[in-house]
């Protein structure tokens, strides 16, 4: 009995609890999403097209493009190597470990800019050296990139260290006891139950990576056609009162966050059905 009452609420509770989250989901998302395509084409379809196919867009693009793929792939290696670690393995320093990989969530990303400029600026501890030597790091590429990957990398070993924590180590442990590698237990074993955990990371990684301003546009210098990323694209071009191209260029950024959020949604989906179909097979009889 007190199961049921604990699970069964009165109508007008189900009803205010529904009718606060679509309101809540309606004012706060789906109202100003709307108002940047609305605002996008304001002056027609037309003129939205003429702002993303100036230079200066398509250079943005091209670097968010390139940050993200240099970015996620870094990402990716270590958030598996790091949860494999953690999920796998008890050594000394593993509560340091995770809470260095849980760093990034916690520190601004304005600030993890400013470390980077510390650190490779012309007055900072590597700088006069980069300097002597001509490498750019800070307003550069390179520097757009490092900052890219500081504030990203706990995706993707977030996504994986309790999805791994969960499934044990029996598996690799059999693989071992029968001759397995450690790289054919890894392709073989832990890689095909981490998947789909492994792909919702990678999403999710790369949304942000195309959609960071704070750390990008402390390092990035504002150097247009050069070092400006498509969110300090919309940031200059609204400060110079563009509203259109800066809600153009702002309305790609929005498509791309849809589509990750389809894509994400297409991967739950697909976790979720692979998991009904594993529990409805029958046990395996053990060989007499």
């Given amino acids: 009995m007190s199961a049921r009452a ?33 605002e996008a084409l304001r002056k027609g379809l037309p003129a939205a ?4 196919r100036e230079p200066d867009a398509w250079s943005a693009i091209r670097l968010t493009l ?16 790091a949860a494999w670690a953690v999920a796998k393995y008890e050594f000394k320093g593993k509560a340091f470990l995770t809470t260095l990989i849980d760093l990034p969530f916690s520190v601004s990303p304005v600030v993890a800019g400013l470390i980077y400029v510390l650190m490779f600026g012309a007055q900072g501890w ?16 390179p520097g757009i990139i490092l900052a890219t990957i500081f504030v990203t990398f ?22 071992i006891v029968l001759g397995a590698t450690g790289w054919q237990t890894f392709w073989h074993v832990t890689l095909p139950n981490i998947k789909w955990g492994l792909v ?12 960071e301003f704070g750390a990008v546009s402390v390092v990035s210098g504002h150097i247009r056609g050069q070092t400006n990323t498509l969110p300090l694209h919309v940031e200059i071009l609204y400060n110079e009162y563009q509203s259109v191209a800066a809600f153009a260029v702002a309305s790609l ?18 976790f979720e059905r692979d ?7 029958p046990p395996e009889r053990p060989v007499a």
């Fill in 6 to 38: 604990g699970t069964s609420e009165p109508t007008w509770v189900r009803v205010s609890l529904i009718s606060l989250a679509l309101g809540f989901v309606l004012l706060f998302l789906l109202l100003p999403l709307a108002a940047v395509f609305t």
């Fill in 49 to 52: 097209l003429e702002a993303l």
């Fill in 66 to 81: 390139i940050t993200a793929a240099v970015a996620v792939p870094l990402n990716l290696a270590f958030g598996v190597a």
């Fill in 126 to 141: 590597i700088g006069p050296w980069l300097a002597e030597h001509d490498i750019k790091i800070v307003f550069a590429v």
């Fill in 154 to 175: 706990p995706f993707i070993a977030r996504e994986l260290i309790p999805l791994m924590q969960a499934q044990g180590t029996e598996e690799e442990q059999a693989a």
């Fill in 200 to 211: 919702y990371g990678v999403i999710l990684c790369n949304a942000r990576a195309m959609g």
């Fill in 253 to 270: 950024l929005a498509l791309l966050a849809v589509l990750t959020l389809l894509i994400k949604s297409v991967v739950e989906w697909q």
């Fill in 275 to 281: 998991q009904k179909a594993a529990a409805a097979l």
